[in-house]
């Protein structure tokens, strides 16, 4: 079949890699219908003949992201299922160049598979993250029951409420999210408004939790970013059979939160 990932072993790895971790996802019942969506800063790995390839449709983009200009990304498509990403991740999702400007973006492969309606907090993301010189190239976008059922408490929604129980649940957490999670209120998905406050706390935070939605993190390789909600995820597990063993946890002391904090040298 012809397909842009013929004879480009860089880009079919990394598609794969997507491909596994959408399976993941799903596994984890994270991803009900067409929950969370996935997007890659794949331009290392195109082909210097990319930026001449023909558009197969062409999408004006919501505002300008002149930081990702001429840019190419791979993205889930909106509607699709995480359990078929998984097994045919070219039929449910798109390769997107960003045009000189950044005004908009042409669908260039494989398929017209139009891109996920969260593409303003994803591009909106990738841009703050170049803009802040960070190498990050991977946005993931998911449904975690256990982390959503926390951020329906006005408790938890507290600032450094979430971060510092899930933190306090095993010793990992604090390790793997540093700066702990930031919590964005309700707003409609799929909006600037989501996208424009998704970016405020990614300024301060390793991961955001959007109220009653779901959880978003940034990272180099998708695994890792799997990796990091699994973990909070494991935290969240951990709190809630606590509470379903009839007690509150006691969790870690802030003693031994501050000891991890200077062994591993994160911050505080
Ligand atoms: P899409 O199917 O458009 O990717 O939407 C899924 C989702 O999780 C919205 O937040
Ligand atoms: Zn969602």
Known sequence: MNSILN???????????????????????????????ISVNITDYMPADAANMPSLKTITLPKAFPLLADNFFYITGTGKRMRY????????????????????????ADKEVKPTSELPSHLSMHHFLREKGQPNRVVLHTHPTDL???SHSAYFLKPGVLTRTLWAMIPECRIIAP????????????????????????????????????????????????????????????????KMMGFTPDGMTEAQLDELADVFKLPR
Not at 18 to 33: C, K, N, P, S, T
Not at 189 to 199: E, Q, R, S, V
Request: charged share 20%; aromatic share 6%.
């Open 7 to 37: 004879n480009n072993e860089m880009l079919t790895r990394e598609v794969g890699k997507i491909a596994e971790v959408a399976g993941y996802l799903w596994q984890r019942g994270w991803a009900e219908y067409n929950g969370g969506n």
């Open 85 to 108: 990403v998984a097994t045919a991740p070219m039929d449910n999702g798109a390769i997107l160049r960003i045009n000189h400007d950044g005004t908009a973006c042409d669908i260039i």
């Open 148 to 150: 959503v059922a926390m």
């Open 179 to 242: 700066k702990g999670v930031g919590i964005v209120p309700y707003e409609i998905p799929g909006t600037m408004d989501l996208a424009n406050a998704t970016i405020k706390q990614l300024a301060q935070h390793d991961v955001v939790l959007w109220e009653k939605h779901g959880i978003l993190a940034v990272g180099n390789d998708v695994i890792d970013c799997f990796d990091v909600i699994d973990t909070l995820s494991k935290s969240a597990q951990i709190y809630l059979n606590a």
